[in-house]
């Protein structure tokens, strides 16, 4: 409530915009990140630890994502107005679908 840090969990200075964006899963035991300097989405455990690392060709500069109540990961992508919608497994490890892309 200080403003002090009081734990960190996650840190990546491989590039300027490695954690872009986040959301937490239903249940809390699970962290998404938007790495939009390498296209990435992470999965972290509760501690910090990756538990999965997911990308596609259609993943081309992630900077949303969203959790739905059912626990569907939703991750938005805008790469020079390709605008993306990709709907991941909760584990990261397969896309569903393509929900929205410049095609529709």
């Given at each position: 409530?200080?403003?002090?840090?009081?734990?960190?969990?996650?840190?990546?200075?491989?590039?300027?915009?490695?954690?872009?964006?986040?959301?937490?899963?239903?249940?809390?035991?699970?962290?998404?990140?938007?790495?939009?300097?390498?296209?990435k989405l992470l999965i972290l455990a509760r501690d910090g630890s990756v538990h999965a690392t997911f990308t596609d060709p259609e993943q081309k500069s992630p900077y949303g994502v969203?959790?739905?109540?059912?626990?569907?990961?939703?991750?938005?992508?805008?790469?020079?107005?390709?605008?993306?919608?990709?709907?991941?497994?909760?584990?990261?490890?397969?896309?569903?679908?393509?929900?929205?892309?410049?095609?529709?």
């Amino acid at each position: 409530m200080r403003g002090k840090v009081v734990s960190k969990i996650f840190e990546d200075k491989s590039g300027n915009s490695t954690v872009w964006n986040c959301a937490v899963s239903p249940t809390g035991d699970k962290l998404y990140i938007i790495n939009l300097s390498h296209d990435k989405l992470l999965i972290l455990a509760r501690d910090g630890s990756v538990h999965a690392t997911f990308t596609d060709p259609e993943q081309k500069s992630p900077y949303g994502v969203h959790v739905t109540a059912a626990g569907q990961m939703l991750v938005v992508c805008n790469h020079w107005s390709i605008n993306t919608i990709l709907q991941v497994e909760s584990e990261g490890k397969r896309k569903f679908a393509t929900l929205q892309s410049n095609k529709d």
